[in-house]
C-alpha cells in the first residue's frame, strides 16, 4: 500500500483541501497521515477525520523584526529533528502540502530523505512558507492561472482548488431548522463569514449594523472562537464555528458576506453564491486577499468591500446592492468552466 503524509496548518484554510482529497486519496489505495502543530486547528480536523496524527514543534515565520524570529528557530530545528523521526518511521512514498509555517520543518526532512514532495497554493500569490519550501517541491499546485507566474515553469500545475463534494448538497430546509428560521419568513438570509478565526472588525460592523439589517435579512453569523456575543434576535444566529453543517448554512444563504481567502472563493464558486468580499487589509497581512478578491471580481464573480471603507452604514448599502444584483453574479459564475480540483491534484500526486 502507497504512503502519503498530509501536512498544513495554521488556519482552516490550510487543512480542509486534505480533507476533500482523503476519499480520493484513499479510492488509490493509499494510506494517509497528518503532520501538524501541537495546538493548532488542524490538529481537531484531521483528527476528525480518522488520520493518524503527529505533532511537532512549529516556529512562526514573521517578515518584521522579533526577538521571537529568534526562539522560534529553536522550534523549527526542533520541528525538523522530529519530522526526521516521523518520516523514517512511516517511509511515505510522498508528502502533500498545503502551507503554513509547521510544513517548513516537514519539507526540509523529506528532502533530506530524498522523499518526494508536492506543494498546493491556495492564494493568488505565494505564502511565505511555500516559497521557502519551492526548492524542496517536484511539483507546485495553484489555483489561480495569475499564480503561475510566480513559480518556476517546470514546477507549476494549474489544478485549481479542491472542494469537499459535501459542500454542494447541502439542505436548505436543515439550514434553516439548524437556525431556528421559519421557512415562511420572506427575508432572505445572509450568511456571514470571517473565517475560521473570525474577524473582529466584520463582527463589530454587522452587530452594530443588525438593528437595520434585521429589518431586510436574516442573519448567520460564524464569528470565530471565543466571539460571540451572546444577544440572540429574532433572525440572527451566532456560531463559533462549523465544520459538519456547513453545507446546509450555505444551502440556506441568498448571500454570503465573506473574507477572501482563497479556499473560501472558490468554494463560494463551486456553489454559485452572490458573495460580498471584505478582504483582509494590507496593514494586517501581506495583501493576498486583496488581490484573491480583485482576481475575482475582474471576471464578475465578487462584490468588495475595502476594510478600510467599512463601516455599518455602508456596509448595510454593499449588502442591499449586492442582493440587488444577485442574478448577475450568479449569471457569472454560472458561466465559469468549472475545475474539478481534486481530479487535477489527483493526477499530480499519482505521478510519483
Excluded: W
Aim: aromatic content about 6%; charged content about 20%.
Amino acid at each position: 500500500m502507497k504512503k502519503i503524509i498530509l501536512t498544513g496548518g495554521g488556519t482552516a484554510g490550510h487543512v480542509t483541501p486534505h480533507l476533500a482529497l482523503l476519499p480520493a486519496l484513499r479510492n488509490e489505495g493509499f494510506e494517509v497521515f497528518y503532520i501538524g502543530s501541537r495546538t493548532g486547528i488542524e490538529r481537531d480536523l484531521a483528527q476528525k477525520a480518522g488520520l493518524t496524527y503527529y505533532p511537532i514543534a512549529s516556529g512562526k515565520l514573521r517578515r518584521y523584526l522579533d526577538i521571537k524570529n529568534v526562539t522560534d528557530m529553536f522550534r523549527v530545528v526542533k520541528g525538523l529533528a522530529e519530522s526526521l523521526g516521523i518520516l523514517r518511521r512511516v517511509k511515505p512514498d510522498l508528502v502533500f502540502s498545503k502551507g503554513g509555517f509547521v510544513t517548513v520543518p516537514v519539507l526540509m526532512a523529506a528532502r533530506m530523505l530524498r522523499i518526494p514532495t508536492v506543494t498546493h497554493e491556495s492564494d493568488l500569490t505565494p505564502g511565505l512558507a511555500n516559497r521557502l519550501a519551492a526548492p524542496f517541491a517536484k511539483k507546485i499546485c495553484v489555483s489561480f492561472p495569475e499564480t503561475l507566474a510566480y513559480v518556476s515553469d517546470k514546477k507549476g500545475v494549474l489544478t485549481g482548488l479542491p472542494i469537499r463534494p459535501e459542500l454542494l448538497n447541502g439542505s436548505r430546509i436543515q439550514g434553516l431548522n439548524k437556525c431556528g428560521f421559519d421557512k415562511n419568513d420572506s427575508r432572505p438570509v445572509l450568511l456571514v463569514t470571517g473565517g475560521s478565526q473570525g474577524a473582529a472588525v466584520i463582527n463589530a460592523n454587522v452587530r452594530e449594523a443588525l438593528p437595520q439589517m434585521l429589518r431586510r435579512y436574516r442573519v448567520i453569523h460564524l464569528c470565530g472562537k471565543g466571539n460571540l456575543s451572546n444577544k440572540p434576535s429574532n433572525g440572527y444566529i451566532e456560531f463559533e464555528y462549523i465544520q459538519d453543517d456547513l453545507a446546509d448554512l450555505y444551502a440556506a444563504a441568498d448571500i454570503v458576506l465573506s473574507r477572501a481567502g482563497a479556499g473560501t472563493l472558490f468554494e463560494l464558486l463551486a456553489m454559485k453564491k452572490p458573495h460580498l468580499l471584505i478582504p483582509l487589509s494590507k496593514g494586517a497581512s501581506r495583501g493576498d486577499q486583496i488581490l484573491n478578491a480583485e482576481s475575482f471580481a475582474k471576471q464578475g464573480f465578487s462584490a468588495i468591500l475595502p476594510e478600510e471603507e467599512m463601516t455599518p452604514e455602508r456596509l448595510l448599502t454593499e449588502t442591499d446592492a449586492l442582493y440587488k444584483n444577485r442574478q448577475t453574479y450568479i449569471q457569472s459564475m454560472s458561466a465559469h468552466e468549472s475545475v474539478n480540483g481534486i481530479d487535477r491534484v489527483m493526477e499530480v500526486i499519482m505521478r510519483f
